[in-house]
């Protein structure tokens, strides 16, 4: 059956969670944080990323299993959704997964295919895949290449990075040292490579809503 008259709203879930982090998390991490997020739209990336009308970047990347897997061949069966997120350490990512594998019947039922992007190393990014079993490609862009051709990437503050680092080895997931994440970007994109959609926020905890891919996928048809 499909999934697009599901009517539950992926922001709510995630308000939720939000919500709940903050009422027990101390006033100093939730400061730091908040300080990190203010320091996303200070570094203007959200400003200076692809938009709508663009040309999608091409790349290349591998999948878990070491599968080669590139956007202008997916391209060729239809048009994609690109998603991006920051790593299996980041509840609101997973809980984004989730919803996305949920919402895939109809994503394919509307001729486009899904792809997912992380920095996250292959040997995590397959772990997290697992664990949310899902049922499209997720790619590893180790050095967040492909991310920085779309314009989405930012330096965390020390602040972050430190608390990162200490709580979850943000290094060993990346493999290396930058302190850069990608924005929770998510773009649908037209056979011929234009940007139809763009989703982009600096707080990582708002995320493309389904019926609003759905509706950019429907407006390609038209």
Known sequence: MSKE???????????QAKNAWEAK???????????GIADVTRQNVVANSKKNSDKAPDFTLTNATGTAVSLS?????????LTWYRGGWCPYCNMTLHYLQEQLPTIKLKGA?????????????MSTAEKNQLQFEVLS??????????????????????SYQNGFDLHGYNGDESNE??????????QDGTIVYTFLDAEYRNR??????????????K
Do not use: M, R, W
Request: hydrophobic share 45%.
């Open 73 to 81: 061949e997916y391209l060729k069966k239809g048009p994609v959704v």
């Open 113 to 125: 295919n899904l792809l997912a992007l992380t920095p996250e190393l292959p040997d995590k990014s």
């Open 5 to 15: 008259n599901n009517n539950a709203s992926l922001q709510a879930t995630l308000d």
């Open 181 to 190: 994440l990608p924005l929770a970007a998510t773009y649908v994109i037209d």
């Open 208 to 221: 493309a809503e389904a019926k609003d891919i759905f509706a950019a996928l429907d407006a390609i048809k």
């Open 141 to 162: 862009d180790v050095g967040n290449k492909v991310a920085h051709d779309y314009g989405i990437v930012f330096k965390l503050t020390e602040a972050v990075a430190e």
């Open 25 to 35: 998390a101390p006033e100093q991490v939730k400061e730091i944080y908040a300080d």
